[in-house]
């Protein structure tokens, strides 16, 4: 792999402008700068874009993120692997994605591109999480970090493969034999302190660490989880301080008080009509008395004229008393009429706003219910989707029969034929040609391609210019060890043909996408778990019911352009029409009261 180009935005020191290092050639590149300049920053982005999954979250996600920013970080890498130019771009946190073009026209995008990358570099990801140093394949080896020089690398299951192949080639070369079986039987001791023999897990001080590594990131997870809810919590009193705010801004103390004081010089009003009531009713009594007493001394005095003028006098002074009382009644009635038109006028109001309050309220909760039903369709897709993605996991991993066993099973093998034919090498006869001009040997009736060839049986070679040789190879047991190298060969190409596999590469590579498989059926039952936690029978059943409700709703409230805003509006709306309907609702028992005092009066005005 050669790296050509590296291009990152947002990414941790780098916020803002891309920065980019291209023309990068074959030679040591080497990058100089101050402290904090970002030079650990480079080869971060250089690893992340490499091996972490383009939707990774938590800490690894927010580490790529600069100081206090909300924004997507960005990462492209030119290379070239396997004879091809490739071009790899990552985007993280905000909107993730991934994608990844060949020189041949070849795309590919989202997770077939984490796919295609991890083929062409043959790494193994994690199931879950952040990438880690065992996770980067056989780059790790070659991969030294500031500060970790003294750490032993990662190797995994792939990366022992591949390097015992290598070894056990070079080994097999130059030792051969016993001392070859017993240096592979050294090595393989070795590993058995930190890697079980069957399945290669980690074992002894390797597993402890693996469990301390694993319990560390669990309390990370959960103190994660508890700052989410703090952080809700946070919010959540926010709002109610905002609410409170805005509840003291509208003053209702004051406009509490400026009521009663209204209030109050009504009562004084009604109690001023009442005195003058009462006075004008017994100064109607009183009237009547002298009326009364007045014609009662004329007709006693009938005789008498100035007795009789003097009555007439005092006759019209109670006529006039009593038209006075007359008055007041008038002005009682008048008072009364007054009343009840004002108690008509705000019953009136009452009534128009409670219906508005009502109304604005079945806006506000049909808001609400479309917002929350919409919530909810949402989560029972995104967990329907994903359980349909966990069932086609799962099913996969099931239809494929290249296990842990049957993956053991062929390496062991695979290293059986590699043992069988280093056994074998090590007593063929190797011949060496070096001929002058354009003369040839010819073996077996064809040209030699090689300068050089291994016999383990009688052959004829021909040689031109001289005519032929007869070789034939020693060793008492050569026909033995070719076979046992031939059944050995016969045994391994009998179980690939089992299980439909091309070579070991092959069946490690279905080995390992089965477990990739079912971790990932794991990651994404996580999923289903949280997006429908009480199931996804019981979030179907809650989906319809409020869909019904929004239906029912919908019906009441009909068209109308007030659906065009948030349900908090709406609610605010609603609450403030009903503290319009409850001042409302205060006049109209003062308007009310008032009408009841002004008829009492009437009726005591009018002798009633």
């Not at 039987?185 to 301390?212: C, H, V, W, Y």
Request: contains cysteine; aromatic residues 2%.
């Amino acid at each position: 792999m050669r790296i050509r180009r590296l291009a990152m935005t947002d990414y941790r020191c780098f916020a803002g402008a891309p920065v980019e290092i291209d023309e990068i050639g074959d030679g040591i590149t080497l990058i100089a700068g101050d402290n904090e300049e970002g030079k650990s920053t480079v080869l971060a982005a250089l690893q992340t874009v490499l091996f972490e999954k383009h939707t990774v979250t938590g800490g690894a996600a927010t580490d790529m993120l600069p100081y206090g920013a909300k924004v997507q970080p960005r990462i492209e890498l030119d290379f070239e692997a396997e004879g091809s130019s490739y071009q790899l771009v990552k985007a993280f946190c905000q909107r993730p994605e991934a994608n990844l073009m060949a020189s041949n026209g070849d795309r590919w995008a989202g997770d077939a591109a984490e796919d295609e990358l991890r083929r062409i570099l043959e790494f193994t990801p994690p199931g879950r999480g952040a990438a880690k140093a065992e996770h980067r394949g056989m780059q790790a080896l070659f991969w030294v970090e500031q500060g970790a020089a003294f750490h032993l690398p990662q190797i995994t299951d792939t990366i022992h493969a591949r390097l015992a192949a290598a070894l056990e080639a070079e080994v097999g070369t130059v030792t051969g034999g016993e001392r070859g079986r017993a240096l592979i039987k050294r090595i393989e001791d070795r590993m058995g302190s930190f890697l079980t023999a069957a399945n290669r897990r980690p074992t002894g001080p390797f597993k402890e660490a693996a469990q301390r590594v694993e319990e560390a990131r669990q309390k990370v997870e959960g103190l994660a989880a508890d700052l989410a809810l703090l952080e809700e919590k946070t919010d959540s009193l926010e709002r109610v301080r905002e609410q409170l705010q805005r509840l003291e801004s509208d003053e209702p103390i004051e406009a509490a008080e400026k009521r009663l004081v209204a209030a109050r010089e009504a009562v004084k009003a009604v109690e001023s009509l009442e005195g003058k009531l009462q006075t004008a009713r017994a100064e109607l009594q009183a009237a009547q008395t002298r009326r009364e007493l007045v014609q009662s001394t004329l007709a006693r005095r009938k005789e008498d004229r100035e007795s009789a003028e003097q009555a007439g006098r005092e006759s019209e002074t109670a006529a006039t008393e009593e038209n006075d009382a007359k008055a007041a009644v008038a002005e009682a009635q008048e008072t009364v009429d007054s009343a009840r038109i004002a108690h008509a006028e705000t019953k009136k109001r009452l009534e128009e706003a409670r219906a508005n309050a009502d109304k604005w309220h079945r806006i506000a909760d049909l808001l609400d219910k479309r917002r929350r039903l919409s919530a909810e369709e949402e989560r029972l897709h995104n967990a329907a989707k994903a359980s349909q993605q966990v069932s086609d996991l799962n099913g996969a991993a099931k239809a494929e029969t290249i296990t842990d066993d049957v993956l053991s099973e062929l390496r062991r093998l695979e290293q059986e034929v590699r043992d069988n034919r280093a056994r074998l090498d090590a007593v063929a006869t190797k011949l060496e040609f070096r001929p002058e001009g354009d003369n040839r040997a010819i073996v077996d009736l064809a040209p030699l391609p090689e300068e050089a060839v291994t016999l383990v049986e009688p052959t004829e070679i021909t040689l031109e210019g001289y005519g032929s040789v007869r070789v034939t190879p020693g060793g008492d047991d050569l026909s033995l060890r070719r076979d046992a190298a031939e059944q050995a060969e016969q045994r391994l190409g009998e179980v690939l043909r089992t299980h439909h596999a091309a070579n070991v590469a092959d069946a490690t590579y279905r080995a390992q996408k089965r477990e990739r498989d079912l971790a990932d059926a794991d990651v994404l039952q996580n999923t289903v778990d949280a997006h429908a936690p009480e199931g996804i029978d019981a979030l179907t059943a809650s989906v319809t019911a409020l869909r019904a409700e929004v239906e029912t709703l919908a019906s009441e409230v009909g068209d109308d352009d007030s659906l065009d805003q948030s349900p908090e509006d709406a609610a605010d709306k609603a609450s403030s029409l009903l503290g319009i309907a409850a001042s409302t609702g205060g006049e109209e028992r003062e308007t009310s009261d008032a009408l009841k005092v002004a008829e009492g009066k009437l009726g005591a005005a009018s002798g009633v």
